[in-house]
């Protein structure tokens, strides 16, 4: 058993983040992804970066303390891409990246350009990965997330999450990467698939905390989809994973029901004193 409340701290050249469970959830906007977001997209491949300047605008306005940027648009040269849309990011705001692909090479660039101590989204327990992306974010002291699937994908049980979360922990801390500065994902999957992938979720989420200690992320909407009345079921759910140590989600905070749920969570677990936000 270790500390259950490590603090993870990632930062720009002016700010700094500390995520850690003795505090207040930190949300991590997922907006700017072209992945499912034809609009994005579409900018993009016009070379239009108007779009990302907004949405980096928007969230942080609508409280996120940390922003996902993903380069991900077929065809394109998401290296230059990625360094595009940090700069058109840092016009706006310098709170800390989430710098989010599985390319090495984009990771490589884009951590030699950033100013600060960034959030790679992500390793997974996959040989592939663990060889490929740990030694960059050793070499930049950077901090990752950790997905809890294998070689042999997303695991159907929270014991084999949590041992996949064992691995990539043990492998991190081998290249020097402390604990704290490894956050899983225990993956979340659509309860309308599956009834029981909530639950699964949910359930690999107290394991991994009670045993490693780290901190917490997922992209909790995955949960709803495909069924009607999402952003309730999403606030529902945000609010359960919290109480079972989620620190950091990767959310979109401009969906009201979300955003409240975290706030609320934060004042019930006694992080918002006198209910200030």
Known sequence: MFETNLAT???????TVTITRDGPVVM????????????LMQALQDGNLDVVRRDAKAQIEAGAGI??????????????LMKQIMDAVREVTDVPLCIDSPNPAV????????????LVNSVNGEEKSLTSILPLVAEHKAAVIGLAMDDDGIPRTAEQRLRNAYKIVERAEQLGIPRADVIIDPLVMAVGAD???ARITLSAT???VQELGVNITMGASNVSHGLPDRQV???????LAIACGLSCPITNPLIRPVREAILASNLFLGHDEWAMN
């Open 233 to 239: 079921l999403n606030g529902a759910f945000m609010a």
């Open 107 to 118: 990771l490589s660039a884009a951590l030699e350009r950033y100013q600060g101590k960034a």
């Open 67 to 80: 922003l996902d940027v993903n380069a991900g648009v077929p065809g394109a040269d998401d290296v230059a």
């Open 28 to 39: 991590i906007g997922e907006r700017i992804n072209p992945t499912g977001r034809k609009k």
């Open 206 to 208: 107290r394991m991994i």
């Open 9 to 15: 701290t990632v930062s720009s050249a002016t700010q």
């Open 195 to 197: 009834t029981e992938a």
